[in-house]
Antibody
Framework: QFHLVESGGGVVQPGRSLRLSCAAS????????MHWVRQAPGKGLEWVAV????????YYGDSVKGRFTISRDNSKNTLFLQMNSLRPEDTAVYYC???????????????WGQGTLVTVSS | AIQMTQSPSSLSASVGDRVTITCRAG??????LGWYQQRPGKAPKLLIY???TLQSGVPSRFSGSGFGTDFTLTISSLQPEDFATYYC?????????FGQGTKVEFK
């Protein structure tokens, strides 16, 4: 059974940085594209970023481009999201999700973590 | 970015009702669309991809249709566990974009 566990969330001041992690198990992590999706309190889902199986290709949502960096460590089956210059509007639950598709051509999010809450507030 | 517009934003229905949710893309996305269900306090779950293919384990009362810009998710006979919020997601190009969601509430 696929298993994803996010960590690293918390309360952070505007302008500061935070790094999220997503530990994966139960599937071949190094063969899967991985995504971050977020959800502000009481709001809908927002796609954040994706990395290819080997980390060589990455794409970002418009609202986080230039501030967030997605990365992965296949030797540790772990996905990361480095968030810099945080803003109050980045407050959300952040989910990592596995992509069943190949080479980032399609996006088929068939397994999700439980999410980690990031609160940006002074 | 491709805008995805869902309608309605919310609806009230009873067990056994037929429910239809619409997702409209801002441009032709062929059949590059998935549907996800999110129950309160839970992570989303994949229901349909692409556009009309039901995922393994998803009840047959769910169905999807559409091509190009207009897509629908239909629940043929609403069950208690179906009260949730439903999202469409386009994967025609990057950045990926979700619809704003449709909340199915108990009447």
């Amino acid at each position: 059974q696929f298993h994803l566990v996010e960590s690293g969330g918390g309360v952070v001041q505007p302008g500061r940085s935070l790094r999220l992690s997503c530990a994966a198990s139960g599937f071949m992590f190094s063969s899967s594209g991985m995504h971050w999706v977020r959800q502000a309190p009481g709001k809908g889902l927002e796609w954040v970023a994706v990395t290819s199986e080997d980390g060589g290709n990455k794409y970002y949502g418009d609202s986080v481009k230039g501030r967030f960096t997605i990365s992965r460590d296949n030797s540790k089956n772990t996905l990361f999201l480095q968030m810099n210059s945080l803003r109050p509007e980045d407050t959300a639950v952040y989910y990592c999700a596995r992509d069943r598709g190949l080479d980032l051509v399609t996006t088929i999010l068939d397994s999700w973590g439980q999410g980690t809450l990031v609160t940006v507030s002074s | 970015a491709i805008q995805m517009t869902q309608s309605p934003s919310s609806l009230s229905a009873s067990v056994g009702d037929r429910v239809t949710i619409t997702c409209r893309a801002g441009q032709d996305i062929r059949n590059a669309l998935g549907w996800y269900q999110q129950r309160p306090g839970k992570a989303p779950k994949l229901l349909i991809y692409p556009a009309s293919t039901l995922q393994s384990g998803v009840p047959s009362r769910f169905s999807g249709s559409g091509f190009g810009t207009d897509f629908t998710l239909t629940i043929s006979s609403l069950q208690p566990e179906d009260f949730a919020t439903y999202y469409c997601l386009q994967d025609y190009n990057y950045p990926r974009t979700f619809g704003q969601g449709t909340k199915v509430e108990f009447k």
